[in-house]
């Protein structure tokens, strides 16, 4: 009954990364949800490509809910956040930008940062 691009509205956390594309999508998602990090990749990007199955985990086992975007997709979203480099992680809590992360990190540096706004 429910159709993929709908079946997260309204729930505080979602299973799987979700694709946003533009300001207005990403200020709902972060709207809707309690802590959200925002991956903001590019498909040529090597890291990027070694940070997504972390990122998808994240998504699995943490309350946050992931956003991704693609820079070459969004390059205004992209300037409007002060992403120079890919990948660039933004952690949203309650509405409010309270983190940035440059580059590869581990799965348990950025679960940890997760959960010192999701506990």
């Given amino acids: 009954m429910a159709t993929d691009t709908a079946a997260d509205t309204g729930t505080t956390t979602t299973n799987e990364p979700l694709h946003v594309d533009g300001q207005s999508q990403l ?17 040529w990007c090597g890291p990027c490509q070694m940070l997504e199955p972390i990122v998808e ?13 693609d820079v070459d997709a969004n390059q205004q979203l992209a300037a409007a956040y002060g992403v120079r480099g890919v990948p660039t992680l933004v952690l949203f809590a309650d ?18 940062l997760i959960e010192s706004y999701t506990e």
């Fill in 95 to 112: 509405g409010e930008r309270v983190e940035e992360v440059v580059g590869l990190k581990a799965e348990g540096e950025l679960r940890a």
């Fill in 57 to 69: 985990t994240l998504a699995a086992e943490t309350d946050a809910t992931v956003a991704k975007v």
């Fill in 27 to 43: 200020d709902d998602v972060v709207a809707e949800h309690d802590v959200v990090l925002t991956d903001f990749y590019a498909d």
